[in-house]
């Protein structure tokens, strides 16, 4: 109720409206920046922290970084309009209770200006303003390298996460991209972009293997990216990560690939279930989903659980949850 | 509950219980990130008072109670009345308060009716044409928008504002319309020319993402979604005392037909009711349980008297209506009480139990306003039978209701607000662990 506030003056509302410019979800980007944002720069970034927290007691780690090179062409957009959606997609089924969530972009260190982007492990929408900060570069070198491998090295190096510290739980990192890592990370480039004083250049399946004991590490290939049918692309990451390689059809079914893959990988859901809920929510993504996570289903079918989780919803109770 | 459950969120009462801060609550500190609100009824009129804990104030009258929390998203529906203008100003008062993004959280479904300068001069020329027999309108046109809709196929929405030419046909029409019915030699309200409405409704499209109606669907699948009511259930248009009602369905219909149409995606909603621990209505109109000293004693900090809604009336806790409230609203699954901290430090209040030989107001159906009409005479005339309510109302409100109490709040900030039962977790499963209802 009320008596009408705010002023109704048209004139200042039109000049309100031309003086106020929108900031699209690109708003950074599209702003002509050329550079990372100062938030995402990973420069002298000592940790990414995913720390519990009164409200979020055991938070659990998800990075997502995508590559924002010229071969992705549109895609790196469409994630950054879709990516949003995770938080409640992880959230809608209890698959994770308090998901930290951070996002990130991958370009090329050899000579792009935003080689690596890294936002904040954040447990609510705060996580969409670091998405609409990313400088979608659009550059690349053009020899189907990506300096992946810097990312990871930040990952492994320079983040530090509750859920494996104080429970022994993997986080997980799933990367976006269609092309391959450099094989080895240089001590140069970890200087220029991230700084500090690596002893030596780290090869590419060390790096995996460190990274590996602090997340579930998934490489994304989504089928709209340039080199996306390459067999030499498929051959290179299944050699590093074996079935933790998902070729994703149908790039808005990305969430929802994420967010089931973590529910398989915590046990929450079997597959079905999974395509059952996304059904439920009116999702159109089941079939891609379905299509990308089949190869992860078969190797875990032994451990999935068959029990649907309790139905909280149905029939009148004592309380109301709010 | 599906703990990422829709919540709606109405006024059981007059108005003014603290919707907007129970919203406020759900979002700043709720049990579930909240992913966006959306209103589904009324329009600008709402003032829906929110108080963060650091001080700052905001009137939320379009945006959603929940816009100081970051990147939660308003979503304005098609049952909503929009006020390019006044969101405008409202917009501006966000920024100042340090929310500088509020207009790029927000949607507005191009279905929903548009409130226009000529709406709100027609409603006040008509309110002081009635003089002493005013309704308690806001002022605001919320009526005479909801009226000209009924009557008039070509009413602007929100839609319109892409595309000038027709804007600038329908703008014409209503302004048209005004003139006729209020000469200006009468009315004596200028208005603005059509041509500078016309600009700041385009710059209000080109601000702002217009969306269509299958939009809320998606928000649905996202997140945790939170409908937040305008107004109260004893205002609504058919349910109300008639002629002291609003031009508005103030019951859960509105958000559960737009829940239906969307497949019920999030799952089935919490329908949640807000009352105070005492009675309040803004204007004149029924109100049996008035009590001019608790008016002397109670004054509102966020309603004074307006000059066109009237005077802020204070009472106690009217169980009969309350009852009626929920009656015809279908039901709640949960209430949350404000206000709680005044019991407390009274202990004086009271809740009327019956009515002198009246326990139940009949409910009518199908639009009877006749009936409503003839039932608002009987209470002008009504009187109260009271019994004390003590200074925890709580388990008194559970009893007289049947409706659990989900919230508690003794104060105007999310940090003054209790869940009144936590959820307990239950850790039957290693992972994840499923927070299943309390006792």
Known sequence: ?322 | MNSAAPVVVVDLGFGDAGKGTVVDWLCARGPEPVHAVVRFNGGAQAAHNVVTPDGRHHTFAQFGSGTFTPGVRTHLSRFMLVDPLALAAEAGHLRALGVGDALDRLTADRDALLTTPYHRAANRARERARGADRHGSCGMGIGETAAYALAHDDAPRVGDCLSPARLRRRLTAVRDRYLEEFPAATAGEAVPPVEDCVAAFTAFAERVRVVPGDHLHRLLRTGRVVFEGAQGVLLDEWHGFHPYTTWSTTTFANAETLLREAGDAGGPAVRLGVLRAYATRHGPGPFVTEDPALTADLPDPHNGTGPWQGSFRVGHLDAVALRYALEVAGGADALAVTHLDVARARGDLKVCVAYDGMERLPVHEGGDLEGRAALARRLLTARPVYAPLGADPVPVIEDMLGVPVALRSYGPTAADKRAARAARCDRTRPSPARCANGD
Not at chain 1, 193 to 202: K, L, S, W
């Open chain 1, 1 to 322: 109720m009320g008596s009408g506030t705010w002023s109704t003056d048209v004139y200042d509302a039109a000049r309100s409206y031309r003086a106020s410019t929108g900031a699209s979800a690109f708003a950074y980007s599209d702003g002509g920046a050329t550079t990372a944002h100062p938030d995402l720069d990973p420069h002298g970034v000592v940790l990414r922290e995913s720390r519990d927290s009164d409200d979020h007691p055991e938070s659990l780690a998800i990075a997502v970084l995508f590559d924002v090179t010229g071969s992705m062409r549109t895609v790196p957009r469409t994630l950054q309009a879709k990516l949003p959606d995770l938080l409640g997609l992880l959230l809608r089924k209890g698959y994770v209770e308090h998901p930290h969530i951070m996002f990130g972009a991958v370009g090329d260190a050899t000579c792009d200006r935003a080689p690596l982007q890294v936002g904040q492990f954040e447990a609510d929408n705060r996580m969409d303003d670091d998405l609409g900060k990313i400088l979608l570069e659009g550059g690349g070198g053009g020899q189907m390298t990506e300096s992946y491998e810097l990312a990871m090295y930040f990952m492994a190096r320079h983040t530090a996460i509750d859920c494996l510290e104080k429970r022994g739980r993997k986080g997980y990192l799933f990367m976006i991209g269609d092309e391959l890592a450099y094989p080895a990370v240089k001590r140069r480039e970890i200087a220029k972009v991230i700084g500090g004083e690596p002893r030596g250049d780290v090869p590419i399946e060390e790096l995996v293997r460190e990274l590996q004991r602090k997340y579930e590490v998934y490489f994304i290939i989504p089928e709209g990216a340039y080199h996306a049918r390459s067999r030499k692309l498929a051959d290179f990451w299944r050699g590093l990560l074996g079935q933790h390689v998902l070729f994703l059809d149908d790039l808005d079914a990305v969430c929802e690939t994420i967010a089931l893959t973590i529910g398989l990988s915590e046990e929450a859901i079997d597959l079905d279930e999974g395509l059952e809920h996304l059904d439920e929510f009116g999702s159109g993504a089941g079939p891609s989903v379905s299509r990308a996570l089949a190869p992860l289903d078969a190797s875990r079918s032994s451990l999935a659980v068959s029990a649907g989780p309790p139905d909280l919803g149905s029939g009148p109770s004592a309380t109301t949850r709010l």
